[in-house]
């Protein structure tokens, strides 16, 4: 049975940081391409960064670029999402997702998390 399971999120203000982290069980990590997704309330899920299964390739919707970072551990089945700078336009649900496909398109990944709430104050 494949568990995905998110953690990190919080309330912080805006220009804060924040690291979430997603842990998935039941699959070969290692060889799955991961997704952070997000959707804010009245909107739709959105891509915000994925990593390739070996962390070599990486890629981010635009208006996180240079302030999020992904990474994964595949010793610890663990991926993450370290958030700095933060705005109030980045609160949301974020989710985890693995794949097998890459990108940001919501279709290509199999396996989901329950989400974490991230909000941000101005």
């Known amino acids: 049975q494949v568990q995905v399971v998110e953690s990190g999120g919080g309330l912080v203000q805006a220009g804060e940081s924040l690291r979430l982290s997603c842990t998935a069980s039941g699959l070969r990590f290692g060889t799955y391409n991961m997704g952070w997704f997000r959707q804010a309330p009245g909107k739709e899920r959105e891509g915000v960064s994925c990593i390739n299964w070996s962390g070599l390739s990486t890629y981010y919707e635009d208006s996180v670029k240079g302030r999020f970072t992904i990474s994964r551990d595949n010793a610890k089945n663990t991926m993450y999402l370290q958030m700095n700078s933060l705005k109030p336009e980045d609160t949301a649900m974020y989710y985890c997702?693995?794949?097998?496909?890459?990108?940001?398109?919501?279709?290509?990944?199999?396996?989901w998390g329950q989400g974490t709430q991230v909000t941000v104050s101005s």
């Open positions: 997702a693995a794949g097998p496909g890459w990108g940001l398109e919501i279709y290509k990944y199999k396996y």
